[in-house]
T-cell receptor, first 116, second 114 residues
Framework: AQTVTQSQPEMSVQEAETVTLSCTYDTSESNYYLFWYKQPPSRQMILVIRQEAYKQQNATENRFSVNFQKAAKSFSLKISDSQLGDTAMYFCAFMKHSGANSKLTFGKGITLSVRP | GAVVSQHPSWVICKSGTSVKIECRSLDFQATTMFWYRQFPKQSLMLMATSNEGSKATYEQGVEKDKFLINHASLTLSTLTVTSAHPEDSSFYIC??????????FGEGSRLTVL
């Protein structure tokens, strides 16, 4: 079974600064996906970034980037130039690479507050 | 990205009644859909995996007779909370897969049982 650990329940960052959210996972799979999802107060789940385990290059989406350390099973999210709209709950998630039945395993989430 | 729509977004019902929540994939066919439950400030808890044309697979501890799931077509899955009680009040979210390593989420449905 897979587990995803987000040990920080809350973080706060000043607007325009950079913040890193940590995530570790445990799996015996060799091929999988890792995700960061954002859940703002509207509670709509929004995909922030996706990483395929077989790719060594860290994924990047505009102000969002990851530090994927496969050997250490670590998958942290860096948010640069934080904006007020980044205030949300963020979930790290794992998915096995095995077709349409693959389910997501979520971490407990972290509440990020961006201060003006 | 693909769009998944949930309806209703908020429902209030009396204790003992049944409530149906729909999850539709609007622009793709979803052979598999997932239903989650989420309490405030907590993570999403997977309740069941819904496969088109077959019985749903429930996670351990989820009552299949309480939470009925029907995936009658490639674009529609429904969750029926039967004989709802106040402890069933929660936020229910569905997601659907195209099968390419990404899930698309509905907007969620808030259930309040009085």
């Amino acid at each position: 079974a897979q587990t995803v650990t987000q040990s920080q329940p809350e973080m706060s960052v000043q607007e325009a600064e950079t913040v890193t959210l940590s995530c570790t996972y445990d799996t015996s799979e060799s091929n999988y996906y890792l995700f960061w999802y954002k859940q703002p107060p509207s509670r709509q789940m929004i995909l922030v970034i996706r990483q395929e385990a077989y790719k060594q290059q860290n994924a990047t989406e505009n102000r969002f980037s990851v530090n994927f350390q496969k050997a250490a099973k670590s998958f942290s999210l860096k948010i640069s130039d934080s904006q007020l709209g980044d205030t949300a709950m963020y979930f790290c998630a794992f998915m096995k690479h095995s077709g349409a039945n693959s389910k997501l395993t979520f971490g407990k989430g972290i509440t990020l507050s961006v201060r003006p | 990205g693909a769009v998944v729509s949930q309806h209703p977004s908020w429902v209030i019902c009396k204790s003992g009644t049944s409530v149906k929540i729909e999850c539709r994939s609007l622009d793709f066919q979803a052979t598999t859909m997932f239903w989650y439950r989420q309490f405030p400030k907590q993570s999403l808890m997977l309740m069941a995996t819904s496969n088109e044309g077959s019985k749903a697979t429930y996670e351990q501890g989820v009552e299949k007779d309480k939470f009925l799931i029907n995936h009658a077509s490639l674009t529609l899955s429904t969750l029926t909370v039967t004989s709802a009680h106040p402890e069933d009040s929660s936020f229910y979210i569905c997601s659907a897969s195209e099968g390419y390593g990404e899930l698309f989420f509905g907007e969620g449905s808030r259930l309040t049982v009085l």
